[in-house]
């Protein structure tokens, strides 16, 4: 799933309240620093949406490893993200339609309550500044295997190239990555339990080469199709001339005759 980035910086501190309602996710993973729309569905939900809004309250969002209709505290990842909710619309079947920006990495302390959603402790972590040359490298890599990719692949926009070529750190950039490729939520999740930007962007890096070699994969059997189409139609040609060469000589025997 796309997330498209803010403008802000998410690596500035974030005043987030100690206590969050929780709004498990089942297929996405939402990086601070992005934008995501979602649908949320059920009156526990909905419920905690409405209250969130009313408040003016950020929602602490969690990846849900096993989708379920009730809540599973052990299901959830421990890592996740403080979400402002920009935009509310109310769907005719009772359900919303959120649009959600991240605002900081969050980790659960402790559960405080299930009933009516559930609510618990929880505390903002901020990357470690690294500023090392080993950084600085793989934050290089990574951006450069981006481009490409973003130039190989025409569901993102080149914009994307812009907009990560300007991240104003290394984190920020391995996060961009992993919520703009195509990468299963396992993957983004291990992408945001990454606290260290050196380690977070050896995981990137390892996804970005993947998705080049399927992207590669891709343009060559397109290039070899294209070949086998293009010799079709010079073979359909040839026959039709042969057809009608042959044609031609019979209708010149006829006439000798």
Do not use: C
């Not at 991240?167 to 939520?185: E, G, K, S, V, Y």
Request: hydrophobic share 45%; aromatic share 4%.
């Amino acid at each position: 799933m796309s997330m498209a980035p803010t403008t802000e910086r998410a690596d500035d501190p974030v005043q987030v309240p100690e206590i969050l309602p929780l709004l498990p996710i089942d297929n996405a993973v939402l990086f601070p620093g992005m934008v995501l729309q979602l649908v949320v569905s059920g009156a526990p939900w909905v419920t905690l949406v409405d209250n969130a809004a009313l408040e003016n309250q950020p929602i602490g969002m969690f990846w849900r490893t096993q989708p379920s209709d009730s809540f599973d505290p052990m299901a959830i990842s421990r890592t996740g993200t403080a979400a402002q909710i920009l935009r509310m619309l109310r769907l005719p079947d009772g359900g919303l339609q959120l649009l959600l920006r991240g605002q900081a990495r969050i980790q659960l302390d402790q559960l405080v309550a299930t009933e009516p959603y559930p609510t618990a402790r929880i505390h903002v972590v901020q990357a470690p500044e690294e500023n090392s040359l080993e950084v600085e490298g793989l934050a290089r890599s990574a951006l450069t295997a981006f481009q490409q990719i973003v130039q190989l692949n025409q569901s993102l926009p080149d914009e994307l190239a812009v907009v990560a070529a300007n991240m104003p750190t290394p984190a920020r950039l391995a996060d961009l990555i992993a919520a703009n490729l195509n990468l299963p939520p396992a993957n983004q999740q291990a992408v945001l339990d990454a606290l260290a930007p050196a380690e977070r962007l050896r995981l990137v890096l390892g996804y970005l080469e993947r998705e080049r070699e399927i992207l590669a994969i891709g343009q060559r059997a397109r290039e070899e199709m294209g070949r086998n189409q293009r010799e079709y139609v010079l073979r359909q040609q040839l026959e039709q001339i042969r057809r009608e060469l042959g044609e031609g000589d019979e209708r010149g025997e006829e006439i000798e005759e």
